[in-house]
């Protein structure tokens, strides 16, 4: 059974940084690029970005390029979001999903941990 | 980006046939897929590349449509179909989602 579990959420200041993890398990995660999405409180679905299976390709919406950084360790089956600079907008619960082999879309989604950016 | 329109939302009853919509502001070609997303879960995919069911999930689901403007019908909803339904396009960088669409069943 495929499984997607994120950890790393709570409150943080304005412009300090926090590190989401995604732990995979039952399927072989190095072979599928993965993403992390989120969404604001009672607001709608927002991806923020995606990595490929090795690594060396990854993608992020605008208003987060410069300040979050994907990653992943596939020995560990995880799949990282470095998030520095960090503003009241990007408070949200962060979903890490699964994209099918080669596609854009998300097959698999985690239970999401919620970041919540206040003073 | 591309912005995709979807109704706000709609309340129906069990055993009705509905269709949720879902307009692109640019063509999208078929790269268009649906998810259902219940009260305090994560999203979960019904549809991929607009009318393709994705494994496990019950055929009263279906979705149509190519370019600008889609549809994902229930057919017939039950009370379980309570949730909201968002439309996610893949054609055009970034991918975007639609705004939801929440389904009330009476």
């Known amino acids: 059974e495929v499984q997607l579990v994120e950890s790393g959420g709570g409150l943080v200041q304005p412009g300090r940084s926090l590190k989401l993890s995604c732990a995979a398990s039952?399927?072989?995660?190095?072979?599928?690029?993965m993403a992390w999405v989120r969404q604001a409180p009672t607001k709608g679905l927002e991806w923020v970005a995606s990595?490929?299976?090795?690594?060396?390709?990854?993608y992020y919406r605008d208003s987060v390029k410069g300040r979050f950084t994907i990653s992943r360790d596939n020995a560990k089956s995880t799949l990282y979001l470095q998030m520095d600079s960090l503003r009241s907008e990007d408070t949200a619960t962060y979903y890490c999903?699964?994209?099918?082999?080669?596609?854009?879309?998300?097959?698999?989604w985690g239970q999401g941990t919620l970041v919540t950016v206040s003073s | 980006d591309t912005v995709m329109t979807q109704s706000p939302a709609l309340a129906v009853s069990p055993g009705e046939r509905i269709t949720i919509s879902c307009r692109a502001s640019?063509?999208?070609?078929?790269?268009m897929h649906w998810y259902q997303q219940k009260p305090g879960q994560q999203p979960k995919l019904l549809i991929y590349?607009?009318?393709h069911l994705e494994s496990g999930v019950p055929a009263r689901f279906s979705g149509s449509g190519s370019g600008t403007d889609f549809t994902l019908t229930i057919d017939p909803v039950e009370a379980d179909d309570t949730a909201t339904y968002y439309c996610?396009?893949?054609?055009?960088?970034?991918?975007?989602f639609g705004s939801g669409t929440k389904l009330e069943i009476k």
């Open positions: 039952g399927f072989t995660f190095s072979n599928y690029d």
């Open positions: 996610q396009q893949n054609w055009n960088d970034p991918l975007t």
């Open positions: 590349l607009a009318s």
């Open positions: 640019e063509s999208v070609s078929t790269l």
């Open positions: 999903a699964r994209h099918p082999p080669g596609l854009n879309w998300f097959a698999y």
């Open positions: 990595i490929s299976t090795g690594g060396g390709n990854t």
